[in-house]
């Protein structure tokens, strides 16, 4: 793996300089409404290039009168429509529908009493829009019935799968629930399971003291692969102390469970600690998967977000590097055609929503930070992540202004792929060698005189200059790893290139 990964990097490394890049917001807005509250929401963009934006409102200190709010907007945050629906106070979440052009489906559980039978009955709301904010369907489908006793469920995102079926799974009690759900109402498939509480003591050794109880927790449930038909479902079994690692559990299309794997991988230096927001990312082209999750590194026990790297397998393959710390948690991955990653996380003890962009090997190719107030969304489902179709990435979520949470979106323009690459001869200066090992050498055109060379770690750390009168950066020091330099000519052209320090 190391080997076949080195000589990929070393033919990035060959390429020829690239002008510089930037992102930079290019709108801001946030919508308010006196003396409520927001939780909650869902950012689309529609095929005339305008966004559709749903969140969940609420009366503070009562918690009463849930409504969902949808907006139709420009870019620009000019709203050109809205529809309030009532709704209720559990889960929600909007998709698209895959079956009819520019609409949505707005879903949400709410749970009624049957006093002759003494339970409790679970429902699925379905609620048909489209993209003009007209209601076309209002469906409500019975899940389930439970005793009295079970007052709570837990949810996990709800999708639409590749046969156009709405998947839903919840947990009451001990019990996993699994629907696959019509888009007509009807219920095709319907499953319950304690096999992922039983104690997986074949994977995980039982060790003295040790709780193997499946943490409670919105992790990620989804299709793993559409041919054959396999759903995972990512779960934490929760120790005495320390992490928590991850379990994957594998379904077949009728829900059967197939197969377990424990993602605790400490022959590769990797220990994966449950947090809210574990889910698996399919780079179909690659015939592999991320998960994105916490990860800590052995024996350095340094912790941040991370994204882990496997064949369809489970053999591992790469990782990316840590960001933040303990304190930061992943909100969403999307991975695009060409496997461009964008991973989204929350930094809470320093307030900054972080965007980072990854190619397919897990290289940083850059992260972007900004400033947020109090909160942007900690569960899943309180952010989301959409790229829109002129490149821009659209990210909605909450903020916190004049003691109210109010919905927020954010439009970030990056012209990274915009950037032409340039011939060796237009390179105002040469660099060797790469991969390097002590003294890293750059020799520059006659005229030609840099403004500041500057290497940075894939963290983002400046860890080396060259100096006025020096032509080389000793980098012999350093950690073995991929650097990032950034050279700024007088004139104020920027170039970056890759550094493999071996």
Request: aromatic content about 14%; some cysteine.
């Given at each position: 793996m190391k080997t076949k990964l080195y000589s990929l990097i070393t033919s990035l490394l060959m390429a020829a300089c690239i002008t510089?890049?930037?992102?930079?917001?290019?709108?801001?807005?946030?919508?308010?409404?006196?003396?409520?509250?927001?939780?909650?929401?869902?950012?689309?963009?529609?095929?005339?290039?305008?966004?559709?934006?749903?969140?969940?409102?609420?009366?503070?200190?009562?918690?009463?009168?849930?409504?969902?709010?949808?907006?139709?907007?420009?870019?620009?945050?000019?709203?050109?429509?809205?529809?309030?629906?009532?709704?209720?106070?559990?889960?929600?979440?909007?998709?698209?529908?895959?079956?009819?052009?520019?609409?949505?489906?707005?879903?949400?559980?709410?749970?009624?009493?049957?006093?002759?039978?003494?339970?409790?009955?679970?429902?699925?709301?379905?609620?048909?829009?489209?993209?003009?904010?007209?209601?076309?369907?209002?469906?409500?489908?019975?899940?389930?019935?439970?005793?009295?006793?079970?007052?709570?469920?837990?949810?996990?995102?709800?999708?639409?799968?590749?046969?156009?079926?709405?998947?839903?799974?919840?947990?009451?009690?001990?019990?996993?629930?699994?629907?696959?759900?019509?888009?007509?109402?009807?219920?095709?498939?319907?499953?319950?399971?304690?096999?992922?509480?039983?104690?997986?003591?074949?994977?995980?050794?039982?060790?003295?003291?040790?709780?193997?109880?499946?943490?409670?927790?919105?992790?990620?449930?989804?299709?793993?692969?559409?041919?054959?038909?396999?759903?995972?479902k990512l779960g934490g079994f929760k120790p005495t102390s320390g992490a928590y690692p991850i379990f994957g559990y594998f379904f077949d299309a009728d829900f059967n469970l197939i197969g377990r794997r424990?993602?605790?991988?400490?022959?590769?230096?990797?220990?994966?600690?449950?947090?809210?927001?574990?889910?698996?990312?399919?780079?179909?082209?690659?015939?592999?998967?991320?998960?994105?999750?916490?990860?800590t590194r052995i024996p350095q026990n340094t912790s941040g977000v991370g994204v882990a790297k496997y064949d369809m397998d489970h053999n591992p393959l790469d990782t990316s590097p840590l960001f933040g710390a303990n304190d930061c948690f992943p909100l969403q991955t999307i991975c695009t055609e060409d496997n461009t990653i964008y991973q989204l996380y929350v930094n809470y003890s320093q307030n900054k929503l972080v965007l980072a962009r990854l190619d397919s090997d897990l290289n940083l190719i850059w992260n972007y930070t900004t400033p947020i107030n109090h909160m942007f969304g900690y569960y899943y489902g309180m952010s989301w992540m959409t790229l829109l179709k002129n490149g821009d990435i659209a990210i909605g979520g909450l903020v916190r202004k004049s003691m109210r949470y109010c919905a927020s979106f954010i439009i970030l323009h990056d012209d990274y792929d915009n950037t032409s690459e340039m011939t060796n001869k237009d390179c105002p200066f040469i660099i060797y060698p790469n991969p390097v090992k002590d003294q890293l050498t750059l020799r520059f055109d006659d005229g030609s005189e840099p403004e500041s060379v500057e290497l940075y770690d894939l963290a983002g750390r400046l860890v080396g200059t060259k100096s006025n009168g020096l032509e080389s950066i000793d980098m012999s020091a350093m950690p073995s790893g991929m650097y990032l330099l950034h050279v700024t000519m007088k004139e104020g052209t920027s170039y970056h290139e890759k550094i493999l320090k071996e």
């Open positions: 510089s890049y930037g992102q930079e917001i290019v709108n801001d807005f946030t919508f308010r409404k006196p003396d409520k509250n927001f939780a909650e929401c869902n950012l689309f963009e529609n095929k005339d290039g305008t966004l559709l934006f749903r969140t969940l409102m609420y009366t503070p200190n009562t918690y009463e009168d849930w409504q969902h709010l949808l907006y139709k907007t420009t870019p620009e945050g000019e709203v050109l429509d809205s529809l309030i629906i009532d709704g209720s106070a559990d889960y929600s979440y909007l998709l698209q529908n895959p079956t009819a052009s520019n609409s949505y489906i707005l879903t949400e559980d709410y749970w009624t009493f049957n006093e002759i039978d003494s339970l409790y009955t679970v429902n699925l709301r379905m609620v048909f829009i489209d993209a003009n904010l007209n209601i076309n369907n209002d469906i409500t489908v019975p899940l389930c019935n439970v005793d009295p006793s079970v007052y709570y469920a837990t949810w996990d995102p709800w999708f639409i799968d590749p046969q156009n079926n709405i998947i839903i799974s919840f947990w009451t009690d001990n019990v996993h629930h699994l629907r696959r759900v019509g888009l007509d109402g009807t219920i095709i498939t319907a499953r319950e399971t304690t096999e992922l509480f039983a104690p997986n003591y074949e994977i995980l050794p039982p060790q003295p003291d040790t709780d193997t109880t499946l943490v409670y927790s919105e992790m990620g449930f989804g299709v793993f692969s559409e041919s054959p038909l396999v759903y995972y424990l993602y605790d991988q400490y022959s590769e230096g990797i220990a994966f600690d449950g947090a809210n927001a574990e889910h698996i990312t399919t780079l179909t082209d690659e015939n592999a998967y991320l998960i994105t999750t916490q990860i």
